[in-house]
């Protein structure tokens, strides 16, 4: 009998790739198969699309390949993934072929809902009213920009959960930037909509990100539940009644799990995410599912920074499991995010699930400063497309950084 | 910690009016703290479909749903709970359900 155990990951982006190529890296080619599922062969780099609408970064170059990210001896299937029955141990595959597994990774990410939002797509899309979560709206939105010099530009979340939730903020300090760069900055009045009750989700944060709009000249509105997009009128109409007016929209729209989660009875939750143990990363559908990434449920960020951290700990689970044992690890919900504030500066925030963004420094009494506009912190933002694609992708550490949070120079909230 | 008292017994509440133990509230409070939100009363059987969702959603996952959430499992639709709960259903039927302030998402 053959102890060749087969792994399926759902899913080469950020997570897929980065699972895939670390227990490549672990196991000999006859111990464990590895075969992965995408729907195309372009590997973005996410946090790129931020800069496209301002001209800062070229749409080519936040895009590779996906199968070049991966190590030797991994199977890439270029298809869409159709359903998975979760009894049968089985992946249904759109060219028709299915992939059985003795354990799965889902990696799937999340997916914008546009046509969720009433009116979002309908007329006035990608002319009046645009996103930038994506690659196509993030370059109509550059050619918007080009000649856009005055006006009411209005930034709205719909709802949560979002990818990279300090995105929309940073892309309004990066437009206060670009139309003062641009030399009309008090012709463009920027506001920034969302239902949240502060800027942000966490209080010190929510503060420091409050007055930096404020003082940007950003106004900012809160608890305003979108219920209606009209891109003719120029309008964000709340569930309320209440009316916005603009003349360029940037909405993030509504985001859910990947399709096929729907047609895969037992599955999903309502939104199409993975209900997922917060810290050991398996799925709470089956032992032999594991979750890594924007796909699961956790109460974290899906951001970049949290599947990175995830990795480590989703690789050793997986290690006991096929062992036999209890996966144990433990995850504790680390995320790390630059947030771009403009004027090549930024601040860095770093929290887990018990313990809110704070200042002082990371990853120790010496280092970047938390919670604090620095050029530094601008540097590391940038360089951080660098070690995506060299070091995170492949699978390799930071020297110095675990995956969980570290609290050595950090100042602690006074507690209310 | 802050107190207030709702049909007659004393319960402990946040800086916001949130319950803090979901399990000192009893369903004859809840009209009372509908009116004290906005919330139109008498209370009406959708409402109480939401309030019944909102605790068994807590005490099954540890935070209220999303309104999103809220919207896809309820059976409410997201506009008619804009209707029930003016200010926003999730605050507002979390509070007169009794949970902790919804975590939201992060
Ligand atoms: C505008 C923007 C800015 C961001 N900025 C930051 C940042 O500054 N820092 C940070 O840490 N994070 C940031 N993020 C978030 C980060 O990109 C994601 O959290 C991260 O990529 C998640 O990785 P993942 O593996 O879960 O999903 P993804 O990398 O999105 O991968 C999911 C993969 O699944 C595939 N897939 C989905 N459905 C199917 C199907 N049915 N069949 C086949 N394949 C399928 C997709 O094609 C995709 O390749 C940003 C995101 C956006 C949109």
């Known amino acids: ?416 | 910690m802050l107190t207030k008292t709702l049909a007659g017994t004393t319960v402990e509440v946040n800086d916001e009016g949130f319950f803090v133990d979901a399990d000192q509230w009893t369903e004859d409070m809840a009209p009372e703290l509908a009116e004290e939100i906005g919330v139109p009363t008498p209370l009406t059987d959708q409402h109480w479909v939401v309030l019944k969702y909102m605790r068994s959603e807590y005490f099954e996952k540890g935070t209220g749903p999303t309104v999103r959430k809220l919207g896809k499992a309820s059976g409410v639709t997201t506009k008619e709970l804009f209707k029930l709960f003016p200010k926003g259903p999730a605050k507002q039927a979390a509070l007169c359900a009794g949970i902790p302030k919804p975590r939201g998402c992060i």
């Open chain 1, 1 to 416: 009998m053959s102890d060749l155990k087969k792994l399926v990951i759902l899913g080469a982006g950020t997570g897929g790739t980065l699972a895939a190529n670390r227990l490549r890296k672990k196991y000999k080619r006859d111990k464990l198969q590895i075969d992965i599922v995408d729907q195309n062969n372009q590997h973005v780099y996410q946090p790129g699309l931020l800069f496209i609408p301002f001209g800062l970064t070229d749409p080519d170059d936040i895009v590779r390949k996906r199968d070049r990210q991966l190590h030797k001896g991994i199977n890439y299937h270029q298809t869409a993934i159709s359903s998975v029955d979760v009894d049968a141990n089985s992946v249904s595959l759109e060219d028709g072929s299915s992939l059985q597994y003795d354990v799965l990774l889902i990696a799937t990410g999340a997916v914008l809902q546009p046509e969720e939002t009433e009116g979002l797509t309908g007329p006035g899309w990608m002319e009046t009213v645009f996103t930038f979560y994506d690659m196509e709206g993030s370059t109509a939105l550059a050619e918007k920009f080009d000649d856009f010099e005055s006006g009411h530009l209005v930034i709205n979340v719909i709802d949560m959960p979002i990818k990279c939730p300090v995105a929309p903020l940073e892309f309004a300090f990066l437009a206060d930037w670009y139309f003062t760069d641009k030399g009309v900055r008090d012709d463009v009045k920027i506001t920034y909509v969302t239902p949240l009750d502060g800027a942000f989700t966490k209080p010190t944060a929510s503060a420091t990100l409050s007055s930096l709009l404020e003082e940007k000249n950003i106004d900012l509105v809160t608890e305003f539940n979108t219920g209606e997009v009209d891109g003719e009128a120029c309008k964000l109409i709340g569930y309320d009644g209440t009316e916005i007016d603009f003349d360029i929209a940037v909405v993030i729209p509504l985001h859910g799990g990947a399709e096929y989660v729907n047609n895969s009875p037992d599955l999903g939750d309502e939104l199409g995410f993975i209900p997922t143990d917060n810290a050991t990363l398996q799925s709470k559908v089956r032992p032999n599912i594991f979750v890594l990434g924007d796909a699961a449920d956790l109460p974290a960020s899906k951001a970049g920074s949290v599947t990175h951290f995830e990795g480590e700990v989703l690789v050793e689970n997986m290690e006991r499991f096929l062992d036999g044992r209890e996966p144990d690890v433990e995850f504790d919900g680390h995320a790390n995010c630059f947030i771009e504030t403009g004027f090549s500066k930024a601040l860095l925030i770093d929290f887990n699930y018990e313990n809110e963004p704070v200042t002082g420094h990371y990853p120790g009494l010496i280092g970047l400063p938390l919670l604090k506009e620095s050029r530094a912190n601008h540097l590391g933002k940038l360089m951080f497309q660098s070690f995506y694609w060299h070091g995170l992708l492949p699978g390799r550490d930071i020297p110095g950084i675990g995956p969980n949070m570290p609290k050595s120079g950090k100042k602690q909230p006074v507690s209310s």
